[in-house]
């Protein structure tokens, strides 16, 4: 385990499921996505993309949590920013699209 993942996980108490340069995302056991603060070492509660985003990628990392992986809707519809795949490509490197939060559809 990373430095950055242990510093997460002992201040929230939650598995660390995103790295980004100014917080980092967690799942609590109780399911709760909470954000960590990197400055300011705040902890606080996320919804919306950000939750759907973290509970994708672990659902996507350990198969354990393949059920938090949100499910598309049928009236959904592909992201266009990423031709439905989830990601886009800059300069070699795979990046989660920020568009659909990495799910490759729009609701």
């Not at 995103?18 to 300011?40: F, H, K, M, N, Q």
């Amino acid at each position: 385990m990373s430095l950055m993942a242990k510093e997460v996980l002992d201040a929230t108490g939650g598995l660390p499921v995103y790295a980004g340069w100014v917080v980092a995302l967690a799942i609590t056991p109780d399911g709760e996505v909470v954000e960590y603060d990197w400055d300011g070492k705040s902890i606080q509660s996320v919804q919306g993309g950000w939750r759907t985003f973290a509970l994708r990628r672990a659902a996507r990392r350990f198969d354990v949590l393949r059920s938090l992986e949100p499910r598309k809707p049928d009236s959904a519809v592909d992201c266009r920013a990423c031709g439905g795949r989830g990601v886009v490509t800059m300069g070699g490197l795979s990046l989660d699209c920020g568009v659909c939060w990495g799910g490759g559809w729009i609701p």
